[in-house]
């Protein structure tokens, strides 16, 4: 991972890079984090699924919750398998982990198993 200050490889020197490399991620409000679970772009009979035709809503699993907001209290909890459509909320990539930050209203389903 590359330092973003110095442009140079991170290290335990610089106290920005401990810092960044110890930097947590925390929801706010109604918002939750989600990290995203791959999705296979091969059938279990092993059709190739085009990048054209995936149409269906995206499951990742829910890393962190805000509080909740007087009005909308907070439904999820953290591990929760979750649904959620394409290109909702923001995506975001830290310690070379891909996350998507979003309001909890745009999670379309709990997955239980």
Not at 46 to 51: C, H, M
Not at 66 to 84: H, Q
Request: net charge negative.
């Amino acid at each position: 991972m590359l330092c973003g200050h110095q442009q140079k490889e991170v290290t335990n020197n610089c106290y920005i890079c401990r810092k960044f490399s110890k930097m947590e991620l925390l929801a706010k409000l109604d918002k939750v984090i989600i990290k995203p679970i791959a999705e296979s772009d091969v059938t279990a009979s092993g059709i190739i699924i085009p990048e054209s035709s995936k149409m269906l809503p995206s499951k990742g699993i829910v890393v962190a919750v805000g509080e909740g907001t007087d009005d909308e209290p907070m439904e999820l909890s953290v591990g929760d398998k979750v649904i959620f459509p394409k290109n909702i909320g923001t995506d975001w990539e830290h310690n070379g982990e891909n996350y998507i930050f979003m309001r909890q209203c745009d999670v379309l389903s709990i997955l239980y198993s």
